[in-house]
């Protein structure tokens, strides 16, 4: 069964950053698109960045300038690099593959201000 694992999330001050890095097994890494998406406390689940599998990619306007997504497909690793952290930036992080729709357990970020 395809496995998506997140870490590196935590407590950061405002202004601050963190890598999030996402492990994938079991799935065709090197020729998925990959996500991330947040979910703050009381609202829903929200697009964050997107890489396809060449490498292309794509970003919410409010993460825009600041934060950084990549791949290493050696790794079968997807990375989110967050700089410039905002309190607003607070949530559970989630790695998603959209061409099977599988999700990883999340992993949280704190930001404060």
């Known amino acids: 069964q395809a496995q998506l694992v997140e870490s590196g999330g935590g407590l950061v001050q405002a202004g601050g950053s963190l890598r999030l890095s996402c492990v994938a097994s079991r799935i065709f890494f090197r020729f998925s698109p990959m996500d991330w998406y947040r979910q703050a406390p009381g609202k829903k689940r929200e697009l964050v960045a997107s890489i396809t599998s060449s490498g292309s990619t794509t970003y919410a306007d409010s993460v825009q300038g600041r934060f950084n997504i990549s791949r290493d497909n050696a790794k079968n690793t997807v990375y989110l690099q967050m700089n410039s952290l905002k309190p607003e930036d607070t949530g559970v992080y989630y790695c998603?593959?959209?061409?099977?729709?599988?999700w990883g357990q999340g992993t949280q970020v704190t930001v404060s201000s």
């Open positions: 998603h593959q959209a061409l099977n729709d599988y």
